[in-house]
C-alpha cells in the first residue's frame, strides 16, 4: 500500500491485540508507549487510536457523554491527518475502524443515554491487518 508511513512496533500490536479482546485501556496504554516517541502525523495516528479506545472504555462504563466525546476527538484526529497527508501506510484497516467506530458514535446519539445505562452495550469494533 503506498501512502505516508506510519511507524508500527511491537507496542502497535499489542494495541491492536488489546483492543480485538476488549481490553480498551490496556490498549491505550501500549499506544500511548508507541504515542510518546512519535513525530507529529504519527502522532496523530496513535492519538487518534488512543483516544477510540478510551471512548470504548467510557461505553464499557456506560458513561454516555465521554463516549461520545472520546469517540468524537479520535475520529477528528483521523480526519485531520487524512486532510494532512491523505491515505496511510499502516498494517492495519486504520478506515474499517474509523467506519466502525463512527457507526456506534452515531448509534449511541441515536438510541441516547437511557439505552446505554439500561443495559450493556454490544457493537464492538475489531480491527483487522490488510492481507
Given at each position: ?30 499506544w ?50 487524512d ?20 457507526g ?28
Amino acid at each position: 500500500m503506498a501512502g505516508y508511513p506510519i511507524p508500527w512496533c511491537a507496542d502497535s500490536d499489542a494495541g491492536v491485540f488489546l483492543f480485538n479482546q476488549r481490553e480498551y485501556w490496556s490498549a491505550h496504554e501500549a499506544w500511548e508507549n508507541v504515542w510518546a516517541v512519535s513525530e507529529p502525523n504519527p502522532k496523530l495516528f496513535y492519538q487518534g487510536l488512543i483516544q477510540i479506545a478510551a471512548g470504548f472504555v467510557k461505553i464499557q462504563r456506560r458513561q454516555h457523554k465521554g463516549g461520545m466525546a472520546n469517540l468524537r476527538k479520535g475520529l477528528e484526529k483521523f480526519r485531520a491527518l487524512d486532510d494532512a497527508v491523505g491515505d496511510l501506510d499502516v498494517p492495519i484497516l486504520y478506515k474499517d475502524l474509523f467506519n466502525q467506530s463512527r457507526g456506534v458514535r452515531v448509534s449511541l446519539f441515536d438510541q441516547g443515554e437511557a439505552r446505554l445505562v439500561a443495559r450493556a452495550w454490544d457493537l464492538w469494533p475489531r480491527i483487522e491487518y490488510r492481507e
